[in-house]
């Protein structure tokens, strides 16, 4: 049997650049651990792979894997459901590979309580007037929705508390880095390797 | 107020190569933590320095020192008593730097049952048989006190499950490098970095 992979979920407040730091540690040769691929009711858009992207299903399908326990986690953004689905991240996790989450706060809140294995990793603004700067600077945003914004993200720093690691993206590549050595190190953790040391102990032994 | 240092802690069994990895780990460059420097009743050999190699006292004081709760571990091999002395540990955590100590199993689980944020690494063989064979290579033990260690080092193997991490001794420089990765890594975590965060909150609140 495959040792069990791990479950990484990255989360941070809105702005913080997770998807772009994803999007770079994904770019990198030589990592041995598995997207998670969304499920969605919204369209797809041009280019868009059913499988790929997103899993693409119809409102009544999205609602029959709510209500049957079907999904990790999952919201509700305007007309539209987005969520994670259980039996893909098991079977991939059982496969023995790691499984990689980038989702919201509350969507990683959902995961917690649901799973006890799970590595959480906070991103995190290198400070609250910069997450103010990079909101300005996106120049698509009113004053009200960046002051809307900044205290979202106060909550949301408070409840950093909730994770495992806090990882400051004062540079993409350098957040990077960090995250990749969270991987490694945790897998050297004593809970994770002890069945494999108990394996060898017996085989030792005969 | 400094943010309290990590107390990082090696171990493993006999022959396994603890103070080999220590000091290859040591001799490295950028390293940002303390080596800390044990208590003894045995007489100094040539050229070691008091206070440096190691601290020279007198058994009467060493005795002292354990009744009145001075020492974070300590053992007795023969006539003399070796340990870690409480005081050193916590000045050198609480200005902020990081204590490393290289010690044996059962003052390994001394220091877990005193401490509370220890990262206790236990450093394995790659197998039960490689470390049979280390012992022979060293062609000081007699058949008996091989058998008697490797039943030891299974005793001490299942020990492990008191540790945070267990690192593979493969190679000396992996063994280092993953230990580094460790130590960097904890220091992300979420426990030990919130203080700063909050303070930051409250900053930026203003």
Redesign the interface.
């Known amino acids: 049997m495959a040792k069990r992979g791990v479950l990484i979920v990255l989360s941070g407040p809105s702005g913080v650049g997770k998807g772009t730091v994803r999007k770079a540690l994904f770019d990198q040769p030589g990592n041995d651990f598995q997207y998670s691929i969304s499920m969605t009711t919204r369209q797809p858009r041009e280019g868009e792979v059913n499988g790929k992207d997103y899993f693409f299903v119809t409102k009544e399908e999205f609602e029959h894997e709510i209500q049957t326990g079907g999904m990790l986690e999952y919201a509700k953004y305007v007309d539209n459901y987005y969520g994670t689905p259980l039996k893909y991240v098991n079977e991939t996790l059982e496969s023995g590979k790691d499984v990689f989450l980038e989702i919201e706060v509350n969507g990683a809140m959902q995961v917690r309580s649901r799973t006890s294995d799970g590595v959480f990793i906070?991103l995190?603004p290198p400070?609250?007037?910069e997450l103010k700067h990079r909101l300005i600077g996106r120049g698509t945003e009113s004053m009200d929705v960046i002051d809307e914004r900044i205290k979202t993200a106060?909550d949301e720093?408070?409840m950093?508390?909730n994770?495992?690691?806090?990882?400051v993206n004062d540079e993409v590549s350098n957040a990077v880095e960090?995250i990749k050595?969270?991987i490694?190190?945790e897998h050297?953790?004593?809970?994770r390797?002890?069945p494999d040391?108990l394996e060898?102990?017996g085989e030792?032994?005969q």
Chains 1, 2 share one sequence.
Do not use: G, S
């Open positions: 906070f995190t400070d609250i007037m106060f720093i408070r950093m508390q994770y495992d690691y806090a990882v960090r050595e969270i490694r190190t050297l953790r004593v809970n390797v002890m040391y060898m102990l030792a032994n």
